[in-house]
């Protein structure tokens, strides 16, 4: 028997529209209703975040009394009949979106949310002809100053989702609303934009918003010309957490395995070389366990060593944590240190002018827009090593652009000599995904054999912080490595303060190794993943992650023979002058506000 | 490893008498208000330098103290001029023509609510009773009272403060 004790939740027996449902205690009305088969309109509610009640679209009644509340900030209570659709309550609703379309820019089609606006399918649902009331569309300037999201109030809705999750879920706190009544607006603190606010181009704003008030900078104008320049060499990275959400713009549930497809499409259209981005994760950790166990085993280097391939965690530690620098892996992303590869190694290995590469990168991400050009290091070919990122949102709509039937595909193969990767390059498109990897190979690095089981379980899961170690066995004693895995950057500023107080009190490190990802699940839930991540999303994106580390031959990254290779033909060993200058980078101290 | 820094931000005095009132309120639970209020009765208004300092201060994030100070009237995020005129248009005075009153100041000082005059003399504000309905209608020109105004007074009682 468990010696645990479980906190007893209590059942509320309830009914909805009479029909009757047991739900735990503390449930919304809206929940509720949707576990007996109803579904209350919402807008401004989201299952990532506390409810607030800013729209008013989703009031039901209680039966018996005559005024209507919020279903979504409303918990159920005991014996209570819930009535969620009468003449009343569909006419209040419909007044409520006529006035949110009285002070809505009209403009559907040339919105970047036309097919995938929450606002739109609502108005359609209600079956929207027109607003009786004087429209009130304000001009608000639009805010394109980071190369990651655009802000353009003029669409904002009020719901709030944003701020919510830029201060709750992020701790960024780069959006707040700012004046009241109807001359509120989202913005940074006062009239800066958010370049020089403490954003850290993450995108979870643009992935919750429910209309196109903030979206990804679409860059696939300019990829499509980079492809029709016969001139241009086209090569093209995919990451590790395109391949499980990629499929659910083309119909596939979350989580579907769909690599060999993304590199047909790619191949479709137009790229002369497709690479993947698994494999210079395996290079990557190549270099950070490397990096790891000089300070770990060797001494060499501050402890706890921290993870550095999320460019929202490198934006925010250089803003918020910018003296923990020392502690931060001068590893490069992936992404980066594949498009240095690119325009180095595979230039060199094809005898193609770099000049003429066109570097591609397709992430799930907003913030590796603005990584591409965030320091020099960034250009350790001589040119911008990756050309443009672009979100899994757009590689779907250029797929779609092209007349490529994604479903009809065949599974394709990556291009050599950058396309094997191996079960632990995958892994990390998943919260605690770099922290296995690195592990598998350090434990390799520093005892000579491998791990007897490879998963390393404690490092998984959607918990914002997980705490564990791993034992190495060296000369017939262990040595404990611990560790950290925190994501969702509200997350970090708990092991962040339990480090420096140890610091400062001179007591022992709590943590060795720390892997921090700025978005709730890791990279599976980025920025610019396809629209509608909730945690449930999140698991089935990550159960295919570990699904294609499972059934990968090779799950060790020094193990990757296209990785081997490239040392032994091109960089030496990990950590060389060579390796130096191409693969690692500097931080520097940015000011949480330029202005 | 080098670590480079980019340019540090603006820096501001505060006064020791300000600096004790934050530390003495800095873990009180709803300090944000009484703070603010007493760091606009330091500056005259809200210097975006020392909104800053004083978010570090008392650990409250920038943009939180930018969505309170820019929804409640009472902060100002502008200097103020050297003569604040406050023109009241509550109920009696709005009867009385105060609204006149703030279109003359536009014709003699070439300036709307909510600005400043370019040799920073003046600045004109709108205000809703000042506590005085009887001398409708009133206006308070660098804190000194005048009331039942005729907008054609108006340059003599602005003359008054220019040369002072």
């Keep these: 028997m468990s010696t645990n004790v479980m906190k007893e939740t209590k059942t509320v027996n309830i009914k909805v529209n009479g029909k009757s449902v047991a739900v735990p205690e503390g449930t919304s009305i809206l929940k509720a209703a949707r576990l007996a088969d109803t579904k209350i309109p919402s807008l401004c509610t989201h299952p990532d975040l506390k409810s607030w009640g800013a729209c008013g679209i989703c009031v039901v009644r209680v039966e018996g009394s005559p005024k209507m509340v919020r279903s979504c900030t409303t918990n159920v209570v005991e014996g209570q009949n819930y009535i969620t659709h009468d003449p009343d309550i569909v006419e209040t609703r419909r007044t409520v979106l006529e006035l949110i379309m009285s002070n809505h820019p009209n403009d559907c089609l040339n919105c970047p949310r036309n097919g995938s606006c929450e606002l739109q399918a609502l108005c359609a649902e209600f079956g929207m002809r027109g607003v009786p009331f004087e429209m009130g569309i304000r001009d608000l300037p639009i805010d394109d100053s980071t190369p990651s999201v655009i802000l353009n109030p003029t669409k904002c809705i009020g719901c709030g989702r944003c701020a919510l999750v830029c201060q709750q879920m992020q701790d960024v706190w780069a959006l707040e609303f700012l004046n009241r009544g109807d001359q509120t607006r989202i913005a940074p603190a006062g009239d800066v934009k958010l370049a020089e606010s403490p954003c850290i181009k993450c995108g979870q704003c643009s992935a919750h918003c429910p209309v196109g008030a903030i979206t990804e900078v679409d860059e696939t104008r300019k990829v499509w010309n980079f492809l029709r320049d016969p001139e241009k060499h086209m090569v093209v990275q995919i990451a590790p957490a395109v391949r499980v959400a990629l499929g659910e713009e083309f119909g596939y549930e979350p989580g579907t395995v769909v690599t060999g497809k993304v590199y047909a499409a790619l191949r479709r259209l137009g790229f002369d070389r497709v690479f993947d981005t698994n494999l210079s994760a395996d290079l990557t950790i190549m270099e950070e366990a490397s990096e790891f166990v000089e300070r770990f085993a060797h001494g060499h280097g501050e402890l706890p060593l921290v993870t550095s391939c999320c460019p929202s965690w490198v934006d925010y530690m250089e803003k918020y944590y910018s003296d923990m620098i020392p502690n931060f892996s001068t590893a490069k992303s992936p992404m980066m240190m594949m498009g240095s590869m690119i325009k180095t190694y595979y230039a060199q290995k094809s005898n193609i002018d770099k000049k003429n590469i066109v570097s591609v990168a397709i992430m799930p991400c907003t913030a590796k827009k603005y990584e591409i050009q965030r320091s020099e290091d960034m250009k350790s070919s001589g040119y911008l090593d990756v050309d443009v990122s672009l979100t899994t949102r757009e590689l779907a709509r250029m797929i779609k652009q092209a007349g490529i039937c994604f479903k009809d595909l065949p599974d394709e193969e990556a291009d050599s000599p950058l396309g094997t990767y191996t079960g632990a390059g995958t892994i990390f498109g998943a919260t605690g995904g770099v922290m296995e990897a690195a592990l598998r190979t350090a434990y390799n690095m520093v005892s000579g054999q491998n791990l007897g089981k490879v998963e390393i379980e404690s490092a998984r899961g959607m918990d914002g912080v997980k705490v564990a170690s791993v034992k190495i066995p060296v000369g017939g004693k262990e040595i404990e490595v611990k560790f950290a895995v925190a994501h969702g950057m509200a997350n970090v500023r708990d092991v962040m303060n339990q480090v420096k107080q140890a610091k400062a009190e001179g007591k022992e490190l709590p943590f060795h190794f720390i892997e921090v990802m700025a978005c709730r699940g890791g990279c599976v839930a980025g920025g610019g993943q396809p629209y509608g991540s909730t945690d449930e999303v999140r698991q089935k994106r990550i159960a295919g992650i570990y699904k294609d580390d499972n059934r990968s031959a090779i799950r060790c990254s020094h193990e990757n023979p296209a990785v081997q290779n490239i040392y032994k033909e091109f960089l030496g060993k990990p950590l060389s002058e060579k390796s130096h200058e191409l693969l690692h980078t500097h931080y520097f101290v940015r000011p949480l506000y330029v202005k | ?164």
């Design chain 2, 1 to 164: 490893m080098s670590v480079q820094t980019l340019p540090a931000q603006e820096s501001v005095e505060f006064s020791p008498a300000l600096v004790s009132f934050i530390e003495e309120w800095k873990d009180k639970p709803g300090n944000l208000i009484m703070v603010l209020h007493r760091l606009q009765e330091e500056f005259g208004y809200l210097p975006r330098a020392a909104v800053i300092k004083m978010s570090q201060m008392i650990d409250v994030p920038l943009a939180k103290i930018y969505g309170v100070i820019t929804f409640y009237h009472f902060f100002k995020l502008n200097r103020p001029g050297k003569f604040n005129i406050q023109v009241c248009l509550g109920t009696a005075c709005y009867l009385k023509g105060g609204q006149d009153i703030i279109q003359e100041l536009e014709n003699l000082l070439g300036i709307g609510v909510n600005q400043v005059t370019d040799d920073g003399l003046f600045s004109v504000e709108a205000v809703r009773c000042v506590g005085c309905c009887g001398l409708a209608p009133v206006a308070v020109v660098g804190g000194e009272v005048f009331g039942k105004v005729d907008p054609e007074k108006l340059p003599e009682i602005l003359a008054k403060f220019k040369g002072v």
